[in-house]
């Protein structure tokens, strides 16, 4: 879940396969219509309000362009399982609209500028095994956006 700038909660309702779903600050409830699919994994949003959430079936991050939320875009991975792009969920945007990735089935964290045609790892990626410079099951991250440009 996430808060965007006009104070909206913005949650992912993966068990009842709503895929976004955003609760004003006066309690009504909104169901984006853009997204056909289920398992909506995670969901955070950048300066200008747009919503990047990641599909686990997908293996994708997409993009709702703010402020009526109606182009979708892909922004991260090729929707395909393996050792590359595989098993995204929980993105989280800086303020420049780079995207960290927990790529949980690799057991990383990686970063996708804007436009980019692929990710940087800039967390684990070399196995499962417990030593300081690896991961073991990744599960939240959170991008602080106060000069997140450095």
């Known amino acids: 879940m996430t808060i965007d700038t006009q104070q909206n909660l913005i949650v992912t309702d993966y068990v009842n396969n ?9 309690g009504t409830a909104v169901i984006y219509p853009p997204i056909q ?15 990047y959430f990641s599909s686990d079936s997908l293996c994708i991050v997409q993009k709702l362009a703010m402020p009526n939320g109606s182009l979708l875009t892909t922004v991260a991975a090729n929707g395909t399982r393996g050792k590359g792009l595989n098993e995204l969920d929980s993105p989280s945007v800086n303020g420049i609209g780079a995207v960290y990735i927990i790529d949980w089935g690799v057991e990383r964290i ?3 500028l804007p436009n980019a045609m692929a990710g940087t790892t800039v967390a684990g990626g070399n196995g499962y095994v417990l030593h300081l410079n690896q991961l073991g099951g990744p599960s939240a991250i959170l991008v602080h956006t106060e000069n997140s440009e450095k």
Request: no cysteine.
């Open 18 to 26: 709503i895929p976004l779903r955003k609760f004003l600050p006066n």
């Open 37 to 51: 699919y289920a398992n909506v994994f995670d969901v955070t949003v950048d300066w200008y309000d747009n919503i």
């Open 110 to 112: 990686q970063k996708w």
